[in-house]
């Protein structure tokens, strides 16, 4: 059985929608919780800003996702979604749990207490994207092709040889957002260790030797 969830716990929301973000703040402090909102803004905002990671972000990504990662900001994330394609693509991104942006607010404050304690969310709207490969690319596109900026960044330091640690200190990051990235690189390239998506990111032009 798992145990209550702390009565106060830190949360980042980031949107590139103002409104939006107020809208999702308001409603989690009517629902009375005891999320305390520590972070708020867009996500080059918050991932250039200074501060101690939160217990879980929620990550509103609009009416319309075509690409980019989740962010980085060394906590589990919430993906608001508009439909399961941007669903597909949030999880693809590094998201741990998907619901439509609609979601009632008391189904929100569940899925963020469960994201935050390490668990994976999906409304149930979403299963198909559930059983969708992370590694999935578009139609006709390699899957390294699918790399993120942060993935790619990820994948020049394990071709200096750095371990998941290095890789946190030299991004500013948690060792276990470094771990996510380079376990994200790995299925993307289709390989199981780190010697050999060096190599395979050598002959596909990705990295230099």
Not at 18 to 37: F, I, K, M, N
Not at 193 to 209: D, S
């Amino acid at each position: 059985m798992l145990d209550a969830p702390p009565s106060s716990q830190r949360l980042a929301l980031v949107s590139e929608d103002p409104l939006a973000r107020g809208a999702l703040a308001r409603a989690l402090s009517d629902q009375g919780e005891g999320w305390t909102v520590v972070a708020s803004g867009t996500q080059v905002e918050l991932e250039t800003a200074r501060g101690g990671p939160p217990d879980v972000v929620l990550w509103d990504t609009g009416l319309r996702l075509t690409e980019g990662a989740a962010p980085d900001l060394g906590a589990p994330v919430l993906a608001l979604v508009a439909d399961e394609a941007a669903g597909e693509l949030a999880l693809g991104a590094g998201a741990r749990g998907l619901l439509f942006r609609d979601v009632a607010p008391e189904m929100l404050v569940a899925a963020l207490h469960a994201v935050a304690r390490g668990l994976t969310v999906f409304e149930p709207g979403l299963s198909q994207v559930r059983a969708a490969p992370r590694n999935t690319a578009p139609t006709g596109a390699p899957a390294h092709d699918t790399l993120t900026p942060r993935e790619r960044e990820v994948l020049g330091l394990l071709a200096e040889g750095l371990s998941n640690k290095a890789i946190a200190d030299r991004l500013a990051i948690s060792e276990h957002t470094a771990k996510f990235h380079v376990n994200a690189v790995l299925a993307k390239l289709g390989v199981q260790r780190r010697t050999e998506a060096v190599v395979r990111a050598a002959r596909l032009g990705l990295v230099t030797l």
